[in-house]
């Protein structure tokens, strides 16, 4: 009796060692499913309207972690993972807008890429914010005096965009991989030239928080426009490879601008957007990952 009633909970542990074990390996990230991280400024964001044509079609194999807090308007949680469907940074815009770069980085991806492969995005932008936004001793200071309608914009990522990002990361990378890293931003810091060591301050944070290695995860990083009042910022944004290894420009040239002075038309978006994803398809073919 007492050697049949051993025998039953021994059967009892075996067969929760294997439904936990069943758990475990399901937990594992799935490593055909590349997460990129994208943030910057109103760019980055996407400043142009989304048209209802580009709202629809959007393959499901195109992902978004949506970052910013629970949004009652849209029905989106933060964290949640929904198809890639525009606007991708927050669903809310004063001008009813969201289209941007990071819609045919990941609409190209997942066109050229094996099927087998999902593409997932973590956009965390902020129209006008400085890169100091973004970097983990200056965020606080900076956004205390800064303009209250960019601090409303920041307040939607909990006041702390960058941690925003690796909030959202983390939980992407319980099912997926990261495997880059984009920006568009320079706007606000036009001219600087210690921009780049800037950049590279908040890349290299990134990693170490996420624990990735540089060589695996590149950073793509964005040119502004080529007119208007920043253009000359490109000098800056050339500098980069220089001082950050793995690093690659995504040139704007020939994106079409919009009517102000800062930002592109949906076409320039598109085509943009399409610029930084044949640079990470060229990199990924050279990793042997695509």
Not at 21 to 42: F, K, T
Not at 113 to 142: C, E, H, M, N, W
Not at 202 to 230: F, H, I, K, S
Not at 238 to 264: L, T, W
């Amino acid at each position: 009796m007492k050697h049949t009633f051993l025998l039953k909970l021994l059967r009892i542990a075996i067969s929760l060692c294997m439904i936990g074990g069943s758990a475990l390996a399901m937990a594992e990230p799935d490593p055909n499913y590349h997460i990129y991280i994208c943030w910057g400024q109103s760019n980055m964001e996407g400043n142009a309207t989304v048209p209802d044509s580009e709202k629809q079609g959007v393959d499901e194999r195109f992902r978004m972690f949506y970052t910013a807090d629970n949004c009652s308007q849209c029905g989106k949680k933060k964290c949640g993972e929904y198809t890639a469907v525009p606007p991708l940074a927050r669903c809310f815009h004063w001008n009813n807008s969201g289209f941007g770069p990071v819609d045919y980085f990941g609409r190209t991806l997942v066109e050229k890429l094996d099927p087998s492969i999902k593409v997932g995005v973590i956009d965390v932008a902020i129209g006008g914010a400085s890169i100091d936004a973004f970097r983990k001793t200056k965020y606080q200071s900076y956004l205390s005096s800064a303009a209250s309608w960019l601090q409303d914009y920041a307040k939607s990522y909990g006041s702390n965009p960058y941690g925003r990002i690796i909030e959202v990361a983390k939980e992407a990378q319980k099912v997926g991989v990261i495997k880059g890293i984009l920006v568009h931003q320079g706007e606000t810091n036009s001219g600087d030239q210690n921009w780049p060591n800037n950049l590279k301050e908040v890349y290299q944070n990134m990693l170490d928080d996420l624990g990735l290695n540089g060589a695996d995860v590149p950073l793509l990083v964005g040119e502004v426009r080529y007119t208007g009042p920043c253009s000359g910022h490109n000098n800056v944004v050339r500098k980069v490879p220089s001082v950050i290894p793995n690093s690659y420009v995504i040139s704007a040239e020939g994106c079409e601008a919009a009517g102000d002075e800062y930002h592109f038309t949906v076409a320039g978006y598109t085509l943009l957007g399409k610029r930084y994803a044949e640079k990470m398809l060229e990199i990924l073919e050279k990793n042997g990952s695509s």
